[in-house]
């Protein structure tokens, strides 16, 4: 069982920078992949950007050269810095494990944590 607690969101302008952590629990995170997802209002959860457990990145394409997914399995977190934030970017931002595997798809990510608000005003 892992347990995934996110920080870091909040009220920003066009074009600042935020970045978000995600605490995960247990002893075996670096055999899981992470991700980020988020939720605008009314839409659907899409995939912004995972790192596989061996370190290996994906992004989704509107955020590739403005976001950076990183973790530090020592600490047990993973953290997506996000810069030149757009009014876009504006959803609830979600981390998700999955055990080994990960991707893009949503539906293969067994562990969700509760979101945390981005907002970006222009």
């Known amino acids: 069982q892992v347990q995934l607690v996110e920080s870091g969101g909040g009220l920003v302008q066009v074009g600042d920078s935020l970045t978000l952590s995600c605490a995960a629990s247990g002893r075996t995170f670096s055999s899981y992949s992470m991700a980020w997802f988020r939720q605008a209002l009314g839409k659907e959860r899409d995939f912004v950007s995972a790192i596989s457990w061996r370190g290996t990145t994906y992004y989704t394409d509107s955020v590739k050269g403005r976001f950076t997914i990183s973790r530090d399995n020592a600490k047990n977190t993973v953290s997506l810095q996000m810069n030149s934030l757009k009014p876009e970017d504006t959803a609830v931002y979600y981390c998700?494990?999955?055990?080994?595997?990960?991707?893009?798809?949503?539906?293969?990510?067994?562990?969700w944590g509760q979101g945390t608000q981005v907002t970006v005003s222009s």
């Open positions: 998700a494990a999955d055990y080994r595997l990960g991707g893009t798809a949503r539906n293969q990510y067994d562990y």
